[in-house]
């Protein structure tokens, strides 16, 4: 059975880092590309950033590029975080993790698989 959970969420002052992880089970990296998203209410989800399955690239949102880090976690093959640093207020929001094959689509349905988000509050 196909599952992604994510972890590390919380509350963080502006300024600050965290690190997300997303531990998945029933599929490999070998075939799946992890995402790494966001969404506010009342907004559209938007991709922050991706790992592929064929070479282990990663991109970012122009918004993060620069001060997260998505990698593959070397002590538990099944996760991967995103190591979020220099944290703005408009960096709130539910962040998901979600799995497609291979490649990083642009188009959110080809993701085929979501996690259930975890919840980061950038606050003083």
């Known amino acids: 059975q196909v599952q992604l959970v994510e972890s590390g969420g919380g509350l963080v002052q502006p300024g600050g880092s965290v690190r997300l992880s997303c531990e998945f089970y029933g599929f490999t990296l070998d075939y799946y590309a992890i995402g790494w998203f966001r969404q506010a209410q009342g907004k559209e989800r938007e991709g922050v950033s991706c790992?592929?399955?064929?070479?282990?690239?990663?991109?970012y949102s122009d918004s993060v590029k620069g001060r997260f880090i998505m990698g593959r976690d070397t002590a538990n093959k099944n996760t991967v975080y995103l190591q979020m640093n220099s944290l703005k207020p408009e960096d709130t929001d539910v962040y998901y993790c979600?799995?497609?094959?291979?490649?990083?689509?642009?188009?959110?349905?080809?993701?085929?698989?979501w996690g259930q988000g975890t919840q980061v509050t950038v606050s003083s």
């Open positions: 979600a799995a497609a094959a291979y490649l990083c689509p642009a188009d959110l349905t080809e993701y085929d698989y």
């Open positions: 790992i592929t399955s064929l070479d282990g690239s990663t991109i």
